[in-house]
């Protein structure tokens, strides 16, 4: 008795696979490297110490407030790791409010005014 040997069938010519490799003669993006980081911001040199620690604080204050808010959508752990952050962005803000105390003590942040009413 004679088998019959089955193959299987060949792919239609329209649908070729996807390939991820580029073709030969096919032009191929090259990534760019990205440029180091001093180049993307810096600092300039004629600002003075206490505007740096100035803007510095607020900085900080500003991620500990975004953090806070951003810890509010997940539990757990994840809820953990984010808090834990927002804890180490407060302490360095509490050493930058104390070094800009010692650099210029007349200049600490004071509450405002309270208003007077007659």
């Not at 806070?68 to 804890?87: C, H, P, T, V």
């Not at 407060?90 to 004071?110: F, K, N, S, Y």
């Amino acid at each position: 008795m004679k088998k019959d040997s089955q193959t299987p069938p060949s792919p239609a010519p329209d649908s070729e696979p996807h390939e991820s490799r580029p073709q030969p003669g096919e032009r191929v993006r090259k990534r760019r490297q990205a440029p180091p980081f001093k180049e993307l911001f810096s600092v300039r040199t004629d600002v003075d110490t206490l505007t740096l620690l100035t803007h510095a604080t607020q900085t900080l204050a500003a991620l500990t407030t975004v953090t806070a808010n951003f810890a509010d959508g997940f539990e757990g752990a994840q809820r953990s790791r984010i808090l834990a952050i927002q804890q180490l962005a407060t302490m360095t803000e509490m050493l930058v409010c104390r070094a800009l105390e010692t650099v210029d003590p007349l200049q600490a942040v004071a509450p405002p005014p309270v208003p007077v009413v007659h």
